[in-house]
């Protein structure tokens, strides 16, 4: 069967710091990934999607980026935090059925 | 680009139906409409998908019109276990690259005692 992982579940940064949050998916091949936000727990708010190894599409601009080197792995990175990048970031695949499986989610807080 | 709109919150009773509409107008001829549950802290949960008239699964029932500008999540006989927020997520799930996933804001329901 398939599953999700992403770490850390929580997260407290300084405003500046960088941040590296990973997801990783097993039981499949070829996943899309995406990374979602979201704020003030409402609203999901997509980041990047990548339907491939080093293929990347970014949704809002911002001082995030995403990176894919492996086929199941996904890392959402950043490398000077701000105030608002403070949220629940929600990692997810799907394999073109419709169905998107998330992962637990990580709480940043910037501070 | 279809954009969903869908009541802010609901409120129910223990084992009562509800059913929560959302609307999007401007809905692809290859969109399909998908359901999705969220608890606190967790990642959404799918509920149930469908493309156009009735699918019904184990958990809930989705109605479709005809012209596919609205759909209706229903909830059979919700029990304390149903308050979560439901949200609404048009797109094509085929298009590649050009993928475009519209999320509603979602309706958080509250089921009373």
């Known amino acids: 069967s398939q599953t999700i992982h992403q770490w850390p579940a929580t997260l407290v940064q300084p405003v500046g710091s960088p941040l590296s949050l990973e997801c990783t998916v097993e039981?499949?091949?070829?996943?899309?990934l995406y990374w979602y936000r979201q704020a003030a727990g409402r609203g999901l708010q997509l980041l990047f999607y990548s339907v491939g190894i080093g293929q990347i599409s970014s949704e809002v601009p911002q001082n995030l980026s995403a990176s894919r080197p492996q086929d199941r792995q996904f890392i959402l990175s950043s490398k000077k935090l701000l105030l608002s990048d403070s949220g629940f970031y929600l990692c997810?695949?799907?394999?073109?059925?419709?169905?998107?499986?998330f992962g637990e989610g990580s709480r940043l807080t910037v501070l | 680009l279809a954009k969903t709109t869908q009541p802010i919150s609901m409120d129910s009773y223990e084992g009562q139906e509800v059913n929560i509409t959302c609307s999007h107008n401007?809905?692809?001829?290859?969109?399909?409409i998908t359901w999705y549950q969220q608890f606190p802290s967790q990642g959404p949960r799918f509920i149930i998908q469908g493309y156009k008239t009735k699918v019904t699964n184990e958990v809930a029932s989705l109605f479709i019109p005809a012209d596919r500008k609205s759909s209706t999540l229903s909830l059979p006989r919700v029990s304390l276990s149903d308050t979560a927020v439901y949200y609404c997520?048009?797109?094509?799930?085929?298009?590649?690259?050009?993928?475009?996933?519209?999320w509603g804001l979602g309706t958080s329901l509250a089921v009373n005692p």
């Open positions: 401007n809905i692809a001829t290859n969109d399909y």
């Open positions: 997520l048009v797109g094509d799930f085929n298009a590649g690259n050009n993928r475009k996933l519209i």
């Open positions: 039981g499949t091949s070829n996943p899309n």
């Open positions: 997810a695949w799907d394999s073109y059925t419709g169905e998107l499986f």
